[in-house]
């Protein structure tokens, strides 16, 4: 499986961003697709993450009501719509992918990684 995010970029506080992430090379429809972030000297943290069987979907308690996490199954893409950003979302943003067994937001539960797209918001 292989992972590759864009839309990564710079954008003053209260701007927006949309991420996306193209999955190719697995079948797997019990996926699971997630969101994490990791600032400079900060442990990687969950975003959001939405399974591919149906409608769940889970976020961090800091980005609720600000981030959407969608899914285009036709595309095998997932995305990130980021509103109201603050300049604590400043970090790389890493697409991941799982089998879903249940729960999303432990990092060490996915299997595969993209390679990240930074994101900077400025004050």
């Known amino acids: 499986v292989r992972l590759v995010e864009s839309g990564g970029g710079s954008v003053q506080a209260g701007g927006s961003l949309r991420l996306s992430c193209v999955a190719s090379g697995g079948t797997d429809t019990r996926k699971a697709m997630g969101w994490f972030r990791q600032a400079p000297g900060k442990e990687r943290e969950f975003v959001a993450a939405?399974?591919?069987?149906?409608?769940?979907?889970s976020y961090a308690d800091l980005v609720q009501g600000r981030f959407i996490i969608s899914k285009d199954i036709t595309k095998n893409t997932v995305y990130l719509q980021m509103n109201s950003l603050k300049p604590e979302d400043t970090a790389l943003y890493y697409c991941a992918q799982k089998i879903y067994r249940g729960g999303f937001e432990h990092y060490t539960t996915y299997g595969y990684w993209g390679q990240g797209t930074q994101v900077t918001v400025s004050s």
């Open positions: 939405v399974s591919w069987s149906d409608d769940t979907t």
